[in-house]
Nanobody, 123 residues
Framework: QAQLVESGGGLVQAGGSPRLSCAAS????????MGWFRQAPGKEREFVAA????????FYADSVKGRFTISRDNAKNTVYLQMNSLKPEDTAVYYC????????????????WGQGTQVTVSS
């Protein structure tokens, strides 16, 4: 059974630098592009970052470009999201996703999802 499990969220002060992890199991996720999305209360799920299966290319939403970094360790079946210079508007549930079939910025194209991890940024 394919499974993605996020960890690393919590309460963080503005300017903080937590790292989220997403552990994958049950499929050969090392061959899939992987991504991170987030959803704030009352808002749609939005694209944050994505990385190719090899890790050689990555893509970011304008709102996080220069502050967040996505990476992966295929030997560990794990994807990371390093978040720096956090702002209160980064507060959301962060979701890991795998295997997009189309526009990677559109959440409906992703085939696998984790349960999400809450990140709350205090000012």
């Amino acid at each position: 059974q394919a499974q993605l499990v996020e960890s690393g969220g919590g309460l963080v002060q503005a300017g903080g630098s937590p790292r989220l992890s997403c552990a994958a199991s049950g499929r050969t996720f090392s061959t899939f592009p992987m991504g991170w999305f987030r959803q704030a209360p009352g808002k749609e799920r939005e694209f944050v970052a994505a990385i190719t299966w090899s890790g050689k290319s990555s893509f970011y939403a304008d709102s996080v470009k220069g502050r967040f970094t996505i990476s992966r360790d295929n030997a560990k079946n794990t994807v990371y999201l390093q978040m720096n210079s956090l702002k209160p508007e980064d507060t959301a549930v962060y979701y890991c996703a795998a295997d997009p079939d189309g526009d990677y910025t559109d959440y409906v194209t992703w085939g696998y999802w984790g349960q999400g991890t809450q990140v709350t940024v205090s000012s």
